[in-house]
């Protein structure tokens, strides 16, 4: 897992990519994910010690985990991508959150088109399994307790950033959650890209095949029923004050939603 090409017949590069529904689901996914997972982590984490887990090698276990997943039986829809490269320079990407997959399988479809960082909470960072290989890839990092900080964090780093030529990724939602919950998705990703003069790309996601756990939520089921579903919708420059490109971001979200088939989802 050195570079982009360890993996040049995966490399999901097109506008859509689709797991090859011929693989069968497995008895044990729970079992085998994790422990094909921690072998990644483990080899990344190794990385990170010896400073070499670079932008390269973030996509390669990226790229990694994408395919531990498909081997037991997930299948991956991932559509919009041509969204990402169809333009020169940074966007903000805002996207609603729902489980650890995302963050892990992201890289995947982004960074090979554009260098990106993600804001994420400090107890990701914190966390002993993730947490150094997280810290590498350097996010920009929030709290819970001080909200007034965590904007001028954001509006600061992310402004620095993506004037440094670097996508942003942020989960407006206040917590991972299994439903997308509009009443809490903030519109902190449409104020930094209209401070910045960036766009905005929508992300719509579904990936509650990977469940959230009860006493480790990194740790819950895996469920090779569930499809997962991610489409970027296409790059928006914010106008105004940015509501009219908020209101799309939700609406985008939304109608995925129930075009995957899980409306219910939506509160």
Do not use: C
Request: proline share 7%.
């Amino acid at each position: 897992m050195k570079n982009y090409s360890d993996y040049p017949q995966n490399l999901p590069l097109n506008d859509d990519y689709q797991t090859d529904p011929s693989i069968p689901k497995s008895l044990f996914a729970s079992f085998l994910f994790y422990i094909r997972v921690l072998k990644v982590v483990r080899f990344a984490n190794g990385q990170t010690k010896q400073k070499i887990y670079d932008r390269y090698n973030w996509v390669a276990s990226s790229l990694a985990i994408l395919k531990a997943a498909e081997s037991v039986g997930i299948k991956v829809s991932v559509k919009g991508m041509k969204n990402i490269s169809s333009f020169d320079g940074p966007a903000v990407i805002v996207g609603n959150h729902m489980s650890t997959l995302e963050t892990l399988l992201l890289p995947s479809f982004i960074q090979p088109v554009k260098s990106v960082v993600y804001v994420i909470k400090k107890e990701l960072v914190d966390f002993p399994l993730f947490g150094p290989v997280a810290a590498a890839r350097h996010p920009i990092i929030v709290g819970r307790t001080n909200p007034r900080d965590d904007l001028k964090t954001v509006m600061e780093e992310g402004s620095q950033n993506l004037q440094s030529g670097r996508s942003v990724i942020i989960f407006p939602q206040k917590t991972r959650s299994p439903y997308f919950d509009k009443s809490s998705f903030n519109s902190l990703g449409v104020k930094l890209a209209k401070k910045n003069n960036v766009p905005v790309i929508p992300l719509a996601l579904i990936t509650d095949a990977w469940g959230n756990g009860k006493l480790i939520k990194e740790m819950g089921k895996i469920d090779p029923s569930k499809k997962v579903f991610f489409e970027f919708g296409k790059p928006m420059k914010v106008e105004g004050n940015g509501s009219a490109q908020h209101k799309a971001v939700l609406s985008f979200i939304e109608q995925k939603f129930k075009e995957w088939g899980r409306p219910e989802l939506v509160l």
